[in-house]
C-alpha cells in the first residue's frame, strides 16, 4: 500500500515537474503553467467551469479524477497549478479568501498549546485571527520584531511550530530576511510561512529562500484588477501540500470557478503590472521623500529604509506600496486621505487603480491598543499603475 502511494506520488512529481519546464521563465509561466488549451474544444483559456457535480462513467469512472466541486474543479486545478509554478512549489491551493487561506493553514499545523510567533507589524486581519479566533483554541502566539532574527529566536518557545512573517509587511513595509529566519525555524523545529501579498512571486520567491509555505491575498497583486476577493497556499514539501489539501476539502473555504478564472486571468499580467507598480512607487517616493509635509517616508527602495539592503538582496525589485507620517499628525493625516482625488480613498490595495487610506481608522482599526497599534499620522498608497506624473501631481495638492 506505502509503496503503491509512493509509486502514486513519484509519478505525479514527474509529470508536475514535466508540466513545469523549469526552464521557462516566470513571464512564460505566468501566461502558459497549468493552462493548456481546452481539450475538448481548443478554447485558448481554460473555461469556467461552473458546476457542482461530474458525470461518472460508471460508478467510480472519474474523468480526469473530478467528483464534486469542493474537492476538486477544473477550473481551480488550473488556477492552482499556475499559482504553484509561479511560486517554485509543488503544491498550490486557491481559497475563498487570504484569511481563509490562513485559518486553513493554521488548523493544518497547530494543535491546541501549540506557539506561533507573529510579526509586530502583521496584517490586522491575520492579528485579529491570531489574537481573537485561534487563541480561543488554545493557539499561543508572541509578537515578534521580523526584521531582526535574533528577536524572533529570542520568542521561540518548546512548542513553537509556525514563524509567521511578512515581508514587505503592511503597513509599514518592514522587511525580514527570509533565508535567515528560515535558520531559526528549522533549528526550532517550526515551519517559516511568509505572507508573499505585497511583494507577488514575481518580486519574490520564498519557497527557494527556505520558507516552508507561502501565503497570499490573491484578492491583491494575483487579481489585480480590484474585482475578486481570494487567497491561496503554496508549498515545496508534497506531504504538507497533501494535509493542506485535505483540510482544504475538509473545511471548504475554496476558492469558486470564476473566482479562479479571475485570479489566472490577473495572473497572466503580473509581471507587466508589477514593473509598473514599482517605477511608479519609486516616483511617489521621491516626491514624499522631499515634501515639507512628510515626516517620514517607508519605502523599501529608498537606501534611507532599514531594510533596504535585505530587500535588494530577496527582491527583484521594491514593490508598488508606499506608507509615509504627515506633519501635523492624525487629523492632518486624514486630511490628505480626504483631499486626495486620484487616489481613491479605500482598504485593500495591489489593484491597477491607485489607492490611498488611513490605517490606524481603516486597515488597522482592529490593532488599536496592541501591539500592533500603527502611528496615528500614518498614510498608506496603492501605487497603482496610471501615468506616474498624474499621480504624483495628485499627492502634491493633497499635501498642500
Ligand atoms: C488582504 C491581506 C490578507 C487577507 O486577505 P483577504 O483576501 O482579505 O482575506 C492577508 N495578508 C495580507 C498581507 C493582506 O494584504
Request: net charge negative; glycine share 10%.
Amino acid at each position: 500500500m506505502n509503496d503503491q502511494h509512493a509509486a502514486r506520488d513519484e509519478a505525479r512529481d514527474a509529470e508536475q515537474n514535466a508540466a513545469r519546464t523549469p526552464a521557462q521563465h516566470f513571464e512564460t509561466l505566468a501566461i502558459h503553467a497549468g493552462q493548456e488549451p481546452d481539450a475538448a474544444t481548443g478554447a485558448v483559456v481554460p473555461p469556467i467551469h461552473q458546476v457542482s457535480t461530474f458525470k461518472q462513467d460508471g460508478v467510480g469512472g472519474l474523468r480526469g479524477g473530478y467528483e464534486y466541486s469542493r474537492s476538486a474543479n477544473p477550473t481551480r486545478t488550473a488556477l492552482e497549478e499556475n499559482l504553484a509554478a509561479l511560486e517554485g512549489g509543488r503544491r498550490g491551493l486557491a481559497f475563498a479568501s487570504g484569511l481563509a487561506a490562513e485559518d486553513c493553514l493554521l488548523r493544518t499545523l497547530l494543535t491546541p498549546g501549540d506557539h506561533v510567533v507573529i510579526p509586530n507589524d502583521a496584517y490586522g486581519g491575520t492579528f485579529r485571527l491570531f489574537a481573537k479566533v485561534a487563541e480561543r483554541w488554545g493557539v499561543e502566539w508572541d509578537v515578534a520584531d521580523s526584521s531582526d532574527p535574533a528577536a524572533v529566536r529570542a520568542a521561540l518557545r518548546p512548542r513553537t511550530k509556525a514563524v509567521w512573517v511578512e515581508t514587505p509587511s503592511n503597513p509599514l513595509l518592514g522587511i525580514a530576511d527570509i533565508a535567515a529566519l528560515a535558520d531559526v525555524a528549522r533549528t526550532a523545529g517550526a515551519r517559516l510561512v511568509v505572507d508573499n501579498t505585497f511583494a507577488s512571486p514575481y518580486l519574490q520567491q520564498p519557497l527557494a529562500l527556505g520558507a516552508d509555505v507561502v501565503v497570499h491575498s490573491t484578492t491583491k497583486y494575483m487579481g489585480g484588477h480590484s474585482d475578486v476577493v481570494g487567497g491561496a497556499l503554496i508549498t515545496a514539501d508534497a506531504a504538507l501540500g497533501e494535509e493542506l489539501a485535505f483540510h482544504q476539502n475538509a473545511m471548504g473555504a475554496i476558492a469558486g470557478p470564476f473566482d479562479s478564472w479571475l485570479v489566472m486571468r490577473g495572473a497572466k499580467t503580473l509581471a507587466v503590472r508589477m514593473d509598473r507598480h514599482c517605477a511608479n512607487a519609486a516616483r511617489v517616493a521621491e516626491l514624499l521623500v522631499s515634501h515639507p509635509k512628510v515626516v517620514q517616508v517607508y519605502y523599501p527602495g529608498l537606501e534611507t529604509h532599514p531594510g533596504h539592503e535585505v530587500a535588494a538582496k530577496q527582491m527583484r525589485d521594491f514593490g508598488g506600496m508606499v506608507s509615509f507620517r504627515v506633519a501635523g499628525g492624525e487629523e492632518a493625516a486624514v486630511e490628505v486621505c480626504n483631499r486626495a482625488e486620484l487616489f481613491t480613498l479605500g482598504e485593500s490595495l495591489g489593484g491597477v487603480e491607485s489607492l490611498i487610506e488611513h490605517p490606524g481608522r481603516m486597515t488597522h482599526a482592529s490593532a488599536a491598543g496592541s501591539a500592533l497599534e500603527v502611528p496615528s499620522d500614518l498614510v498608506r498608497l496603492s501605487v497603482g499603475i496610471e501615468a506616474a506624473d498624474d499621480l504624483v501631481a495628485d499627492l502634491a495638492q493633497a499635501l498642500g
